[in-house]
């Protein structure tokens, strides 16, 4: 069974938990924050595999969390690559993403947004957080194969 497969509730499932929602905006703030590419949940990165982009996503080490006392290691998952012109793989030149419309975008660019933290907000309920400990039980898995 796939990832996908098995887990097909976990967006809605992140959403709720977050209390966030998709924002269908494009204002030039929101493209500025291509720089560093957006994380998805493992099935996200499997889609995007299964479309034809792995060659454009890398095994990454995820540290937001060390920062913010979440976590006392990074957390190992895969990603859009940052290339050298320092812009996320999938921007576009008019600063759009490329995944939008095909509906591969990972969640936390579906989510990202500027609007005022949902009522109830905390580290632990936050949208970017739940998605990376999606990636939690594969850590063994990169061990053996990838990093
Ligand atoms: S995948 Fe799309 S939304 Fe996410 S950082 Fe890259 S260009 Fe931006
Ligand atoms: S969420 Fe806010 S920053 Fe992002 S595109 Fe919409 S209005 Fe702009």
């Known amino acids: 069974m796939t990832v996908a ?3 097909t509730s976990t967006e809605a499932k992140i959403m709720a938990l977050s209390g966030t929602k998709q924002s269908e905006c494009s204002c030039d703030n929101c493209k500025r924050l291509c720089h560093t590419p957006c994380i998805g949940t493992p ?3 499997e889609k995007l595999i299964n479309a034809g982009y792995g060659d454009r996503l890398a095994p990454s080490l995820w ?3 060390m920062l913010n006392g979440l976590t006392r290691t990074p957390i190992k998952m895969i990603m859009p690559i940052r290339e050298e012109s320092g812009w996320c793989t999938f921007r576009l030149p008019d600063g759009l ?3 939008h ?3 591969l975008k990972p ?3 579906k989510l990202a947004s500027c609007r005022p933290k ?3 907000w905390t580290l632990q309920r936050d949208f970017t957080w739940l998605i990376a400990k999606e990636w939690l039980p594969y ?3 990169f061990n053996q194969k990838w990093i």
């Open 63 to 65: 540290c937001v969390g």
């Open 5 to 7: 497969a098995a887990k």
């Open 107 to 109: 969640l936390e660019g």
């Open 139 to 141: 850590q063994e898995l």
């Open 101 to 103: 419309e095909k509906g």
């Open 97 to 99: 993403c490329e995944l």
């Open 43 to 45: 099935e996200d990165i």
């Open 118 to 120: 949902p009522k109830g």
